[in-house]
Nanobody, 124 residues
Framework: QVQLVESGGGLVQAGGSLRLSCAAS????????MGWFRQAPGKEREFVAA????????YYADSVLGRFTISRDNAKNTVYLQMNRLKPEDTAVYYC?????????????????WGQGTQVTVSS
């Protein structure tokens, strides 16, 4: 079992930045594909970004490409999401997710473990 806890959310003005963290416990995440998803009110949970165990070739949703950066520190068992040039449409609850041994996954059903989420609100 892997437990995931997100932090770093908050209220920020449009154009600002936030850095989300996802701390894992229970197992090392070094062999896990780690992802970030978000869910806005009244909308389905959507893929944001993911990074494989080696940190190579992270991939992103088109809506955040060039603004968000996913990274990981396996020694700290932590994954990060740096969010720059935030827009009001980025407002959502952001979730960290993990799946063992995969190189690529962007659908919610592909992930086994989820955090409780952290709220990000971007004001215009």
């Amino acid at each position: 079992q892997v437990q995931l806890v997100e932090s770093g959310g908050g209220l920020v003005q449009a154009g600002g930045s936030l850095r989300l963290s996802c701390a894992a416990s229970g197992q090392t995440i070094s062999n896990y594909l780690m992802g970030w998803f978000r869910q806005a009110p009244g909308k389905e949970r959507e893929f944001v970004a993911a990074i494989n165990w080696s940190g190579e070739r992270p991939y992103y949703a088109d809506s955040v490409l060039g603004r968000f950066t996913i990274s990981r520190d396996n020694a700290k068992n932590t994954v990060y999401l740096q969010m720059n040039r935030l827009k009001p449409e980025d407002t959502a609850v952001y979730y960290c997710a993990a799946v063992y041994g995969r190189w690529h996954a962007s659908r919610t059903y592909e992930y086994n473990y989820w955090g409780q989420g952290t709220q990000v609100t971007v004001s215009s």
